[in-house]
């Protein structure tokens, strides 16, 4: 069935390190791919988005590659800073029986030192 | 805007006791749903609903129920609660369904079940 993985947590890094956190899937059509946020406190809120393949998403300061070849859609930050600490959620959107299916991944935390 | 909004953000119930959680968005969308997420989990999908009148059972229904008599409020209502119900519950809302949609989401509710 589809599906969403990504990398466990939390990922705790410096202020000013590289982020990337892993993210791989499994689809039976042809996917909407998203990268989702959550502050303390605070709903999920999109980061970034890719509708087809090659497409870059960014935001932010943000960025990731839909790889339909090797099914992922890696999140990555050259420099992160103290407000980047959240969760970071993947998914993906497939059309499935004449509408459109929402898979989550489980989410990874991300804490930033400063 | 508000957004959508979630109450309450926090409660505890006793097993069999029912609640309601509110909903309501501000947004105008027609499609709205609800999610848990259980520790180390993805969103599951509970319900879902594509209009005022008109609502449909996702992943997990077993346990809730919901109604949506207007376009801004998606209530859930746990009868008989029980400690598998533990978990976070998330409503969203989204213009559409389809290709690329993303969906905007409330703060959360935290609800523990003993």
């Known amino acids: 069935g589809d599906s969403v993985t990504q990398m466990e947590g939390p990922v705790t890094l410096s202020e000013e390190a590289f982020l990337t956190i892993n993210c791989t899937y499994t689809?039976?059509?042809?996917?909407?791919l998203f990268w989702y946020v959550q502050y303390p406190g605070e709903g999920l809120q999109l980061l970034l988005k890719?509708?087809?393949?090659?497409d870059k998403g960014s935001n932010k300061g943000f960025e990731a590659t839909y790889r339909k070849e090797t099914t992922s859609f890696h999140l990555e930050k050259g420099s992160v800073q103290v407000s980047d600490s959240a969760v970071y959620f993947c998914?993906?959107?497939?059309?499935?029986?004449?509408?459109?299916?929402?898979?989550f991944g489980t989410g990874t935390r991300l804490k930033v030192l400063a | 805007n508000a957004g959508v909004t979630q109450t309450p953000k926090f409660r505890i119930l006793k097993i069999g006791q029912s609640m309601t959680l509110q909903c309501t968005q501000d947004?105008?969308?027609?499609?709205m749903y609800w999610y848990r997420q259980d520790p180390g989990m993805g969103l599951k999908l509970i319900y879902y609903?594509?209009?005022?009148?008109?609502?449909d059972k996702g992943e997990v229904p077993n346990g809730y129920n919901v109604s949506r008599s207007t376009t801004e409020d998606f209530p859930l209502r746990l009868e008989l609660a029980a400690p598998s119900q533990t978990s976070v519950y998330f409503c969203?809302?989204?213009?559409?369904?389809?290709?690329?949609?993303?969906?905007?989401f409330g703060p959360g509710t935290r609800l523990t079940v003993t």
């Open positions: 890719a509708t087809k393949a090659d």
């Open positions: 969203a809302s989204s213009y559409g369904r389809g290709r690329g949609i993303e969906q905007y």
């Open positions: 689809a039976t059509g042809y996917p909407s």
């Open positions: 998914a993906l959107s497939v059309s499935q029986g004449g509408t459109y299916k929402y898979i």
């Open positions: 609903s594509v209009g005022a009148g008109i609502t």
């Open positions: 947004m105008n969308h027609n499609y």
